[in-house]
């Protein structure tokens, strides 16, 4: 039996729940669904970003609401209009078999007017800003007098975003003996407030700890000098060839000119902020979610309502002045119980903050060393390596196999593979063989004595491990298994590094004969692990038996004087984006007019990004 089916759900809903093949509720909804079904009642429901919490309290609603009454029964206030839009067109999917339910998204930046005739037709459900609602009820386009239910999501942030009195004003507006439901992914004062003003002994609902950050998500730390932060993001994306992420910046200004220094050095890159056009938000979204953007730099306030599936990393570029706006940003990563990271860069002068974050998430951060040149290329190789390995073939290729066949006639195996790896890492060694190391041990900083990890690494010996994030291992579960397997203190495993596909650890020289004797042959799930010791300072690796192995061809490869417009990845599928799709709003699309949401957020004209045929690569270009 489904899960679902024993909360309580009509059939309709089973239906729609089936086909969106959703099969066990989470922790959120097997808590308030039934609360919510059985009584009326006012509900507080804590919860961090990604657990859930519109099918929580959309299901319950759904089932609740006379579809028989055109008049509004229910109203759902969230933040901003992507996370408006994104409640009603989820609404709508829950209530696909249940004739005659009318869901209304009314929010900033479209036709008041067209809003306010889409709920004279007809509304049950209107779900809205505060600020567009306001509007509308000062205006007299919607009554609101006689609802049965009001849910405010994600409240802490519509507070944050200062909401407050819009918020007031429109509860007191509703009428008293309504059911108020609030979901929100931390308890601050002015939610506090709001519960105690307008609800009557609500039941509460905390999915894991008041406040703490998601179990999913591990947090790390890179302490570089103010100077060097660009730097730093750069070299934290090129160490991880898979990244997708979503990059923080406190204000506006800064979001634009990170955005457009990193499409200039050759990354697909793009802005979101309160400056943008809803049409241009809308493009760079749609990018985004099909991935022709791996790194989207944006402010707090226009990160809000971002559902995106499969986030590998949210990037503290700055962090934010409210402690918990950090659990906000690093619950875009991390969802439906799959594996993210989030960084934070910080200076000797913020790691105060760093405590400061432990405390209220109650989770504790790895302090990391920024990569060096070298570690990245190594990285590189051995993420183009295992994706030449993972590639289907088409055989369309065939065709062409004679020709390429008589181009390559002499080589031996191995001068081939050399070859075909050193077209991509000669770009990155040339260029990070220039670049000083940005560690902070370089930089002279002093790291916090709890947090320092071993000063004296020269007998260290650093591996390499063909498991990572994709055998659901994040860096504290490989570390704990590691120490586990080889039967090894809290301390003898450090420095671990996970990717998708493969990983690196260090262990005291010691240790060597037992973690390659133990590891190697074990087999996890079906797969064979193979460890082998890494040789960042030759740019080869060893295997158990000693010998070196074949890939990358030395760290000597010549300079490519051309523009850099490759990398070890694998080349993006619709990487950049045409004339066509900019002319159309893309990244560079004429105003289309429309208001914003409150007149302090007014929109502007400034482009999401740089046109990806201005970019001038000083590093070797993403693929």
Not at 239 to 257: E, G, H, L
Not at 258 to 263: F, G, N
Not at 559 to 580: A, D, H, T
Request: hydrophobic share 35%.
């Amino acid at each position: 039996m489904n899960k679902f089916e024993q909360l309580g759900l009509n059939e309709s809903l089973l239906l729609a729940i089936k086909d969106l093949g959703f099969e066990n509720p989470s922790e959120v909804q097997e808590k308030a669904i039934p609360v919510l079904l059985e009584s009326e009642t006012d509900l507080v429901a804590l919860a961090q970003t990604g657990t859930g919490k519109t099918a929580a309290f959309g299901f319950p609603l759904i089932q609740k609401i006379d579809a028989d009454n055109r008049n509004t029964q229910a109203l759902i206030l969230s933040p901003t209009r992507e996370l408006c839009l994104q409640i009603t067109n989820e609404l709508k999917l829950y209530s696909k078999y249940e004739k005659g339910i009318n869901v209304v998204a009314v929010y900033g930046g479209a036709s008041i007017s067209e809003q306010a005739r889409e709920v004279k037709r007809g509304a049950q459900i209107i779900v809205a800003t505060p600020g567009r609602m306001q509007d509308m009820i000062n205006r007299g386009y919607v009554n609101i007098s006689q609802i049965n239910y009001c849910i405010l999501d994600e409240a802490d942030e519509m507070l944050n975003m200062g909401f407050y009195e819009d918020i007031v004003s429109i509860l007191s507006t509703t009428p008293d003996e309504k059911n108020t439901w609030l979901f929100s992914a931390t308890m601050p004062a002015e939610v506090s407030r709001i519960a105690k003003k307008f609800m009557h002994e609500p039941v509460e609902i905390t999915v894991g700890t008041k406040n703490s950050g998601s179990a999913t998500v591990s947090h790390e730390f890179y302490l570089v000098n103010a100077r060097d932060r660009y730097e730093a993001l750069k070299r934290l994306a090129d160490a991880n060839p898979d990244i997708f992420s979503v990059v923080f910046c406190r204000t506006k200004r800064d979001t634009q000119a990170v955005a457009e220094k990193l499409i200039e050095d050759g990354y697909n890159a793009a802005a979101l902020h309160g400056d943008l056009s809803q049409a241009q938000r809308d493009s760079v979204m749609k990018s985004f979610r099909s991935r022709q953007i791996q790194m989207l730099v944006a402010t707090d306030v226009a990160a809000r309502g971002i559902d995106v599936d499969n986030i590998t990393h949210v990037v503290n570029y700055q962090l934010p002045d409210e402690i918990e706006t950090y659990n906000h940003r690093s619950g875009r990563t991390g969802r439906a119980g799959k594996l993210g990271t989030s960084i934070v860069i910080v200076t000797k002068s913020e790691l105060r903050k760093i405590s400061s974050i432990e405390r209220i998430i109650k989770q504790k951060f790895q302090e990391k060393s920024i990569p060096s040149g070298i570690e990245i290329c190594e990285i590189q190789l051995l993420h183009l390596a295992t994706k030449i390995k993972d590639t289907e073939v088409d055989h369309e290729i065939d065709n062409y196999l004679p020709a390429i066949n008589e181009v390559l006639d002499g080589l031996s195996k191995e001068e081939l593979i050399k070859k075909m790896v050193s077209v991509e890492f000669n770009r990155f060694i040339s260029y990070y063989k220039k670049n000083r190391d940005l560690s902070a041990q370089n930089a002279g900083l002093e790291r916090r004595d709890e947090r320092a990890p071993r000063e004296n690494t020269s007998g260290a010996t650093r591996f390499f491990v063909n498991i990572g994030s994709r055998d659901n291992f994040d860096w504290m579960q490989l570390k704990d298994f590691l120490r586990d397997t080889l039967d090894l203190g809290r301390e003898d495993v450090y420095k671990v590094d996970v990717k998708e596909g493969f990983s690196f650890f260090n262990t005291d020289e010691e240790h060597t004969d037992k973690v390659m004797g133990i590891l190697n042959g074990m087999e996890i799930e079906g797969r064979r692990i193979n460890v082998e010791i890494s040789k960042n300072d030759g740019g080869g690796r060893r295997d158990h038996n000693g010998r070196g192995t074949s890939g990358g061809g030395g760290f000597r490869g010549e300079r490519n004087s051309g523009s850099r417009s490759g990398g070890f990845g694998p080349r993006k599928e619709g990487g950049g984006v045409s004339r066509s799709d900019r002319k159309e709003g893309g990244f560079r699309p004429r105003r289309e007019g429309g208001s914003s949401e409150r007149p302090r957020r007014s929109e502007g004209d400034r482009p999401a990004s740089r046109s990806f045929e201005a970019a001038k690569s000083r590093r070797p270009r993403r693929s």
